[in-house]
């Protein structure tokens, strides 16, 4: 990385000459301080004292930016919009430095992203990007490697306690070559949501035990999580007067749904390879790496697995459930339509469900909370399809993260990179966490105000205090170019959901998309490193009678449906204590 720029040392020392026009003395940062812990940030798991001196810290960081207007950008969480009416006003008032922190659609960031990449053009001073990019970031040569500018043009502005050992997501924005090129700022997963007041009901489980031979609870495999849902919606049919489903989900041409696959769901269904964070050499996208890193194809005829048996057999049973279980207007909603439905009291069960709506599940008044304030619902491990094993990754979590890129003015990446560190500082976190539900901190999810909020928060935290949390990861470093990949999910996969070819042709259109899109990207020669080097094409099962994946289609992908208490789930959940 370069060495801080002429421009920023001229206006350093235009600092030290005029500091008592542009800046506060200490007694005033201190001031200021104070009150920003006192109205603001009083849950910390720093002392008071601490807290102001990381805030003394970013005042006295500051001083060469004081004056300066920044823009950054994030998608519409609850989360970043906490971090643009309460931080960007607080760190404004305590540094001087004005931050505009736009909230706009996901889509949207990535496309100003996309554009920045490409023409060095500079939209934004700092994104918060999904880690689903960082296969994209580690070979392009526009973002900036994190590790590599806290060494260099950012040793004298990075906060002494940041602390990055204490993220929970860092191993989700760290490249192959073990540098960080992303700083998580909001964290959180897909997992399986459960009306637990149905399933303790005596008369329900007698039911679901006469008609399946097994008891009701937690499914563990797909075939159960089918069977739950027949029940409910076949056999049990109404609750209180109210129509119930033993699903959910959505299937709306929109890129959301494409969101609903790649975020890991054939992985689910046990596609990929063994291997966390990411699979390898096969992905949770089916995308097969060489020993260097480099995609060398999606396709079963190259090695990948998008559109192995194991991916059919997951997008037929999308397809089936939607059909079948779910809620007849679900078929035509998107991500955001269908993620409040749950909490209108109708469903039973949701096998990939997001846990940023935890937070729209809370409100004492809804039908699935009890009137003080705990849930009727609980959260629990996703189950896993037949052709899942030991060792896999078990579902996906979404890491929002900060991301830089070099067509940013060095003066204003470095004072957005203090913005960035600013949201995600020990002084601010566990209120940010309490804000929007979405940790980013061990030091976080073990704090005494967490302890407290878990019974309203139907096992987030316990999900969270376990080490199988590192179970769940985003979308791996086998993607070379999230932002033009991502659109072909949905595009491909929506004529099956609507019933107009068959999975196996959406997913062969699938990964040959993938597969041609990596080719050209390779000829164009766009990429610093990493690049994809496509295997030669040969018969499919060539790949599918070699061990590991893709996998050769089982004789029998419903095995017997398994479940486990929800007490029990939980026990062994936690068994292993916490981190280290």
């Known amino acids: 990385m370069k060495p801080i720029t002429m421009r920023l040392s001229?206006?350093?020392?235009?600092?030290?000459?005029?500091?008592?026009?542009?800046?506060?003395?200490?007694?005033?940062?201190?001031?200021?301080?104070?009150?920003?812990?006192?109205?603001?940030?009083?849950?910390?798991?720093?002392?008071?004292?601490?807290?102001?001196?990381?805030?003394?810290?970013?005042?006295?960081?500051?001083?060469?930016?004081?004056?300066?207007?920044?823009?950054?950008?994030?998608?519409?969480?609850?989360?970043?919009?906490?971090?643009?009416d309460v931080l960007a006003e607080a760190f404004g008032e305590l540094t001087g430095i004005e931050v505009t922190h736009n909230i706009i659609g996901e889509g949207d960031v990535v496309n100003n992203m996309q554009t920045q990449m490409q023409s060095g053009r500079n939209i934004y001073d700092g994104y918060v990007n999904d880690s689903d990019a960082i296969g994209t970031h580690i070979r392009y040569g526009t973002t900036i490697n994190i590790s590599e500018a806290m060494e260099n043009e950012w040793s004298d502005f990075t906060l002494p306690t940041l602390d990055l050992e204490d993220f929970i997501g860092i191993q989700y924005t760290t490249g192959p070559d073990g540098s960080?090129?992303?700083?998580?700022?909001?964290?959180?997963?897909?997992?399986?949501?459960?009306?637990?007041?149905?399933?303790?009901?005596?008369d329900l489980q007698e039911q679901f035990r006469e008609i399946y031979g097994y008891d009701l609870g937690v499914p563990t495999n797909w075939t159960a999580y089918e069977d739950i849902a027949e029940f409910f919606t076949e056999h049990v049919g109404e609750i209180d007067g109210s129509k119930v489903y033993g699903h959910m989900?959505?299937?709306?041409?929109?890129?959301?749904?494409?969101?609903?696959?790649?975020?890991?769901?054939?992985?689910?269904?046990?596609?990929?390879?063994?291997?966390?964070?990411?699979?390898?050499?096969?992905?949770?996208?089916?995308?097969?790496?060489?020993?260097?890193?480099?995609?060398?194809?999606?396709?079963?005829?190259?090695?990948?697995?998008?559109?192995?048996?194991?991916?059919?057999?997951?997008?037929?049973?999308?397809?089936?459930?939607?059909?079948?279980?779910?809620?007849?207007?679900?078929?035509?909603?998107?991500?955001?339509?269908?993620?409040?439905?749950?909490?209108?009291?109708?469903?039973?069960?949701?096998?990939?469900?997001?846990?940023?709506?935890?937070?729209?599940?809370?409100?004492?008044?809804?039908?699935?909370?009890?009137?003080?304030?705990?849930?009727?619902?609980?959260?629990?491990?996703?189950?896993?399809?037949?052709?899942?094993?030991?060792?896999?990754?078990?579902?996906?979590?979404?890491?929002?993260?900060?991301?830089?890129?070099?067509?940013?003015?060095?003066?204003?990446?470095?004072?957005?990179?203090?913005?960035?560190q600013f949201t995600v500082s020990k002084t601010v976190s566990?209120?940010?966490?309490?804000?929007?539900?979405?940790?980013?901190?061990?030091?976080?999810?073990?704090?005494?105000?967490?302890?407290?909020?878990?019974?309203?928060?139907?096992?987030?935290?316990?999900?969270?205090?376990?080490?199988?949390?590192?179970?769940?990861?985003?979308?791996?470093?086998?993607?070379?170019?999230?932002?033009?990949?991502?659109?072909?999910?949905?595009?491909?996969?929506?004529?099956?959901?609507?019933?107009?070819?068959?999975?196996q042709e959406a997913l062969d259109n699938l990964a040959g998309d993938l597969d041609s899109i990596m080719a050209r990207l390779a000829r164009a020669r766009v990429f610093e490193s990493y690049a994809p080097n496509l295997n030669e094409e040969q018969d499919p099962e060539t790949w599918l009678s070699q061990p590991g994946s893709p996998k050769a289609r089982l004789d029998d992908e419903m095995p017997q449906g398994t479940t486990v208490p929800y007490d029990e789930m939980m026990e062994a959940w936690m068994a292993t204590g916490s981190r280290d």
């Open 249 to 420: 989900d959505y299937g709306r041409r929109d890129p959301s749904l494409g969101w609903r696959f790649h975020d890991s769901w054939l992985s689910m269904a046990g596609m990929g390879s063994p291997g966390v964070p990411f699979g390898n050499p096969v992905d949770d996208w089916g995308i097969r790496v060489n020993e260097e890193s480099q995609p060398v194809g999606a396709s079963v005829s190259r090695g990948g697995a998008t559109n192995s048996p194991a991916a059919v057999f997951a997008v037929t049973k999308m397809v089936d459930w939607l059909e079948k279980y779910a809620p007849p207007e679900a078929s035509g909603m998107t991500f955001g339509e269908a993620g409040p439905v749950p909490a209108q009291g109708n469903i039973a069960q949701q096998i990939f469900w997001y846990t940023a709506f935890t937070a729209d599940m809370t409100d004492p008044g809804l039908p699935v909370t009890e009137e003080d304030g705990t849930p009727k619902w609980r959260m629990a491990p996703s189950p896993v399809g037949p052709y899942w094993e030991e060792g896999m990754k078990v579902g996906y979590q979404d890491v929002g993260s900060w991301t830089f890129f070099d067509s940013t003015p060095e003066d204003r990446r470095t004072a957005a990179w203090l913005f960035a």
């Open 10 to 84: 001229l206006l350093a020392a235009g600092v030290m000459l005029a500091s008592t026009a542009l800046h506060a003395d200490n007694h005033d940062a201190r001031a200021i301080a104070e009150r920003l812990v006192d109205e603001h940030f009083q849950d910390s798991t720093l002392t008071r004292e601490e807290q102001i001196a990381e805030l003394m810290w970013f005042a006295k960081a500051a001083e060469p930016f004081r004056g300066m207007e920044i823009k950054t950008v994030a998608e519409g969480l609850t989360t970043h919009i906490y971090e643009r």
């Open 430 to 503: 566990l209120e940010k966490l309490m804000a929007g539900l979405t940790p980013i901190r061990e030091s976080d999810i073990f704090s005494e105000q967490m302890t407290e909020m878990a019974p309203q928060l139907g096992g987030l935290v316990e999900f969270y205090r376990s080490p199988n949390e590192s179970n769940w990861t985003p979308s791996s470093t086998n993607v070379p170019d999230y932002p033009r990949m991502a659109p072909l999910w949905w595009q491909n996969l929506a004529p099956a959901v609507n019933g107009e070819i068959s999975p």
């Open 180 to 202: 960080i090129y992303q700083l998580p700022t909001q964290q959180f997963a897909n997992l399986y949501w459960f009306r637990h007041d149905w399933f303790e009901r005596e």
